[in-house]
């Protein structure tokens, strides 16, 4: 029973991780065109630090690395070393002088922020009371989404510092990161994990699940096509938002930097809102397929007025009304809640681990190409690549999105995973 009161103390201590996640991707966002000028990055050395950042590749590394690691040795296990390793990708970007010194940066952050993800939504699910689930997960995207907004509201700040300006950003990262693991060494284990560890111990004579499991029962595989449909296509457009929007509002609509940055935090200031009064305080009361489809339809609209209604000021401010306060309650909320309800504890951080890569994989493989395919192929085809990613998540959640509202993990578990014998048996295969 102790796992299902946890606190909401521990629940925003853990949360921290995806602040400190997003703001790393946008404070490189935020001063790209900086960066550029200081290193004089051409188009490929610009897609490579997308490809392999927190936002790419490297968060890949991470997850993947990250979801093995959690579901083997803990949940708590991983914020014993995660953020160490994060405080020195950031060190890295804040004094940087070359092109290789940020990449390595870049990279070593990016595998630091990928591999808490998994444990951040895995915990926060695993210790939310049955009745709160939503709104407990709905803090990781709370955090998720201040991050960027005190991101790019500094950089509008520091505008007249130049490159310094993007430094100190990068440097307040360092300090929330020191202090955030000071916290996370204080919180408890998940209790669901431990009693499902030595369930396992003693049932099968071993602890760990091999991948065969993973995609070979029904269950996962069904929660596996629901999660990768819903999440990794929305994050196609989400991660070239989050790293590129800026520079497309500098180079597309000719904005200056600061006004680039004033409208993305903006934007990210409605997602938080929206985040807190949507998906927290509805996301246990109210139909979740009918959330998610309010979202997903926002989403759309916005990139269909961003496409074909040009860069006007008025577009953009439509553009940015829609999907900032969509995404409080989008496929990303939803993907955390549901990642952390469908899947059995033995599987929860393994599977996460996987999809979160599979994401950041196909972000990495975008970013490659998103500065040269504006430039060659121009924004609006660009914008309709966009639109059918968005489309294609949208009809998978409406499709196939559950209704778990009210249930406990092992409730929930029971209903798609069958009884224990069951579960033995599938344990032992």
């Known amino acids: 029973m ?8 521990a629940t925003i201590t853990v949360a921290m991780s995806n602040y400190l996640e997003a703001g790393s991707i946008v404070a490189g966002a935020g001063g790209l065109t900086l960066w550029m000028e200081y290193l004089n990055l051409n188009d490929a050395k610009l897609g490579l630090l997308g490809a392999l950042s927190a936002n790419g590749f490297g968060s890949a590394i991470g997850a993947f690395l990250g979801g093995i690691l959690v579901d083997k040795f803990g949940r708590k296990f991983i914020y014993k070393y995660d953020l160490l390793v994060y405080m020195l990708g950031i060190l890295l970007i804040t004094f940087s002088f070359n092109f290789p010194m940020l990449l390595v940066g870049y990279v070593v952050t990016g595998i630091a922020v990928g591999a808490a993800i998994p444990a951040a939504w895995t915990y926060i699910a695993e210790e939310a009371p049955k009745g709160e689930r939503a709104a407990r ?7 998720w989404s201040i ?3 005190i991101t790019l509201f500094l ?3 520091l505008a007249p510092l130049g490159l310094l300006g993007s430094r100190i950003i990068f440097a307040q990262l360092f300090v929330v990161a020191l202090i955030t693991w000071i916290m996370q060494q204080q919180i408890n284990e998940s209790t669901i994990w431990t009693e499902e560890k030595e369930k396992s111990r003693k049932e099968t004579g071993k602890q760990d699940v091999s991948w065969k499991q993973l995609f070979t029962v029904q269950a996962n595989l069904k929660a596996i096509v629901l999660l990768v449909g819903i999440y990794v296509f929305w ?13 497309i509002y500098e180079t597309v609509g000719g904005l200056s930097a600061s006004q680039a940055n004033l409208l993305q935090g903006f934007l990210w200031t409605l997602t938080v809102a929206a985040t807190y009064f949507v998906f927290i305080k509805l996301g246990d009361r109210v ?5 998610y489809g309010i979202g997903a339809g926002m989403g759309i609209s916005a990139w269909l007025v961003l496409t074909f209604g040009g860069m006007g000021m008025f577009e953009l401010f439509t553009f940015v009304v829609l999907w900032g306060i969509a995404a409080g309650f989008g496929a990303q909320a939803f993907y955390g809640l549901w990642a952390g309800e469908l899947f059995h504890t033995r599987y929860r951080a393994k599977a996460q681990g996987f999809i979160f890569a599979l994401a950041r994989i196909a972000v990495g493989l975008i970013s490659l190409v998103v500065p040269l395919m504006i430039s060659s ?3 609006q085809a660009a914008g309709l690549i966009m639109i059918g990613f968005l489309v294609i998540a949208a009809v998978v959640g409406l499709i196939m999105a559950p209704e778990t509202r009210g249930k406990s993990l092992e409730e929930i578990q029971e209903e798609r995973y069958g009884s224990v014998e069951e579960r033995r048996r599938h344990a032992r295969n």
């Not at 994050?235 to 520079?247: D, E, I, R, T």
């Not at 139909?287 to 959330?291: A, E, G």
């Open 2 to 9: 102790a796992a299902k009161q946890g606190s909401l103390k």
């Open 137 to 143: 997960v709905g803090w990781g995207q709370f955090a």
């Open 147 to 149: 991050g960027p907004a």
């Open 155 to 157: 950089s509008v700040l």
């Open 235 to 247: 994050n196609l457009v989400a991660g070239v938002m989050g790293y590129f929007m800026p520079y």
């Open 287 to 291: 139909n979740r397929k009918l959330l």
């Open 377 to 379: 192929l121009g924004f």
